[in-house]
């Protein structure tokens, strides 16, 4: 990481535009050409600026632009891409006006769009539940002519209403909503500053390079480093836009807006003010990021809000003032449960660690994955867990330090993952192990993966299955992304324009084998909720290609005899375990229900009649369910309840059994 950032300052003093440190510098057009150079200087697979890649990134921008190719025509298209093409010559003078130039003709298309909507939802209108419509758009022609253009956004508006009416609302409301959705997504796109423009394009061309590769602007990379450290400084809620309203979803215990009392979920804030006696500001039709900018703040200062709240008796506005402080956002952190069972006259205690990300503060005493996962086994030690099951079915990555130590928990010591990367001149490659001799769970482990389950949950369950360690169960593959990332702040130790994300390298497992593409293959598979064909990384645009190295396991990694022993998993075991879960899977009605709706998925994937819709029992069921506000308590328990879950422990148990037969 050392010679890593190094690289990029080296970079950095090249472009003397990007090396100021005062407060309040904005992102500009200038700064597009040198950060494009960071990104070539650093990237694994991609390192001059070719015509493909001015290509790709023109592509990307126009996704952005119009991602269901519904407001531009092909003739806007074709202009667009010829306006384009010129700023990869211009930026290098600090110029980005094609920029400006596709924002008028995306603002003059969306206008059109808007005014068309309106005429549609007239006094006359009446919902066609004949209409069908295509919802596989992202790859479809942009339409020729204005009127193919309109014909196309016709049935949207039948779906977007339908979708109101099953929401509960009445024709009235439906409509009025709907109009009011297009009529906000026109402003946010006059809205659009220099900042914002320059942003989306440094993504865009990011994102030529490959799926993973990113460009985070400031309200970005204040996210990630939250989402990485669990920990922000505000009110303590989370929030949410609904039709133009800055929605209370969430308050997190401890928090300010928890402990003042005064606040409730579904509360709507329409004005925020600073300080004792700073201007209130209307945040009505205001875009969520900058209602975000304006609430969160340094610990210790005030915020005062103007709130709306729904009563029986119709609708109350009060004032409130808040005090900042640091939160703690534990729910997002690791968590265990316990589950007792018992089978015959054996009684069995299985403890479930649901681990979401690896997160990681960066600081040497602060919060990380690795620390709390250490904590909880501690716990199951304590608690005399027969067996482990640990959930990574939501897990898409995060501190590859964190998952070589997650891993090293269950062997002794031993390679875990073997990195690559195109900026080490030697072409050497990195290897990391875990050195910490202790085996801190000696017990049964099942891990529980998916198609969302990716990159460093990817190592730990690869490196444990390669080490026979644990058994893999859940989907066929997880997501498949074998590539490694790395954060560094625009300009460097100071972000005030934000962060690139590039990816420096890929990664390999001990059995040899890149996780790119091919993921983690499970011993032991179950229908999971998201098992569509197309979620995967192979199926992403530019995914970088897979290889494979020679196994580089180590020997010292097992443990055969003493308080530290652990079992290795062999393919008997396997095959008697995929049995007996196969049978429970076939006869259980929640998996069938899986299976049920991940057909019913593929099937309405492109196309989907309105009738249909209107008449699916089940939607409405979902809308409501997804209304309804659960305590945290409740939360639990309806994951405790999920099929795969249940089936994990079902399998840890059948291990269990095994074992105690076979000794």
């Known amino acids: 990481m050392f010679v890593l ?19 309040g510098i904005q992102l500009e057009c200038q700064h597009i050409f040198p950060i494009q150079q960071v990104f070539l200087s650093q990237h694994y697979g991609v390192r001059e600026l070719s015509p493909e890649i001015e290509m790709r990134t023109i592509h990307r921008y126009l996704i952005r632009l119009d991602p269901n190719r519904m ?24 110029d980005c006006e094609p920029l400006f130039q596709a924002r008028k003709i995306i603002a003059d298309r969306l206008r059109d769009r808007v005014n ?12 066609d539940k004949e209409v069908e419509i295509d919802l596989d758009r992202d790859k479809a022609p942009y339409p020729k002519t204005k009127e193919e253009a309109e014909g196309i956004l016709k049935k949207y508006i039948h779906l977007q209403v339908a979708n109101q009416l099953l929401s509960g609302n009445t024709l009235e409301e439906a409509k009025e909503r709907v109009v009011k959705n297009w009529e906000r997504v026109l402003k946010k796109q006059l809205e659009m500053n220099t900042e914002d423009l320059v942003a989306n394009f440094l993504d865009a061309f990011a994102q030529s390079l490959d799926p993973h590769s990113t460009f985070m602007a400031r309200d970005s990379s204040e996210d990630f480093r939250i989402h990485m450290s669990l920990s922000l400084e505000g009110i303590g809620a989370s929030l949410s836009s609904q039709d133009g309203f800055t929605v209370i979803e969430n308050l997190f215990p401890g928090g300010p807006a928890a402990k003042s009392g005064l606040l409730e979920v579904q509360d709507r804030i329409i004005a925020v003010g600073q300080g004792e006696d700073g201007p209130m500001e209307s945040v009505v039709d205001m875009d969520l990021k900058d209602v975000v900018r304006k609430i969160r703040g340094p610990k ?14 119709g609708k109350s506005t009060f004032n409130i003032t808040l005090v900042r402080d640091k939160i703690q956002l534990d729910e997002e952190g690791a968590q265990i449960f316990f589950q007792e069972r018992s089978v015959g006259k054996k009684n069995y205690k299985i403890a479930i660690i649901r681990l979401p990300s690896f997160y990681n503060d960066g600081k040497s005493n602060g919060r990380s994955a690795a620390k709390d996962v250490q904590k909880l086994i501690e716990r199951a030690n304590n608690e005399k867990a027969d067996g482990l099951v640990i959930d990574f079915s939501s897990n898409g990555g995060g501190s590859l330090d964190d998952a070589v130590k997650i891993a090293g928990l269950f062997i002794a010591t031993g390679n875990i993952v073997k990195q690559t990367t195109k900026a080490d001149p030697m072409g050497l490659k990195t290897v990391l192990a875990d050195k910490d001799k202790k085996v801190h769970w000696t017990k049964p482990v099942v891990i529980l993966v998916s198609r969302l389950s990716a990159s460093a949950s990817e190592i730990v369950a690869g490196a444990l299955q390669d080490y026979r360690r644990a058994i893999v169960v859940g989907s066929e593959h997880t997501f498949g992304k074998g590539t490694v990332q ?5 300009p460097p130790m100071s972000g005030e324009l934000g962060s690139v994300k590039i990816t420096v390298g890929s990664f390999y497992i001990p059995g040899g084998y890149s996780t790119q593409h091919r993921g983690v293959v499970s011993d032991i598979t179950f229908p999971g909720r998201f098992d569509l064909e197309e979620m995967s990384e192979k199926d992403l645009e530019y995914s970088l290609p897979p290889s494979k190295l020679a196994p ?25 375990l995929v049995k007996k879960s196969s049978a429970r899977v076939e006869a259980s009605a929640e998996f069938k229900k899986i299976r049920n709706d991940l057909e019913k998925m593929v099937k309405n994937r492109k196309k989907i009649k309105i009738k249909e819709l209107m008449q699916d029992p089940e939607r409405k069921e ?36 095994y074992l105690a037969e076979k000794s």
């Open 5 to 23: 950032i190094n690289l990029i300052l080296v970079t950095f003093f090249s472009y003397g535009q990007l090396l100021s440190t005062s407060s």
């Open 71 to 94: 407001y531009l025509l092909e003739s806007d298209r074709q202009e667009l891409e010829k306006k384009l093409s010129d700023i990869f010559k211009k930026v290098s003078k600090g």
């Open 116 to 127: 068309f909507v309106k005429k549609v939802l007239n006094k006359n209108f009446k919902l």
């Open 300 to 313: 210790g200062t005030k915020v005062r809000l103007k709130v709306l709240r729904n009563l029986p008796e």
């Open 486 to 490: 790395t954060v560094i702040d625009i």
């Open 552 to 576: 580089f396991l180590s020997p010292e990694a097992y443990v055969k005899s003493g308080s530290e022993k652990w079992e290795v998993v062999t393919p008997e075991a396997i095959k008697t």
């Open 622 to 657: 979902e809308i409501a369910k997804s209304k309804k506000r659960l305590t945290p308590q409740e939360k639990d328990e309806e994951y405790l309840k999920r099929a795969d879950i249940q089936e994990s422990v079902n399998i840890t148990i059948d291990y269990l059994t």
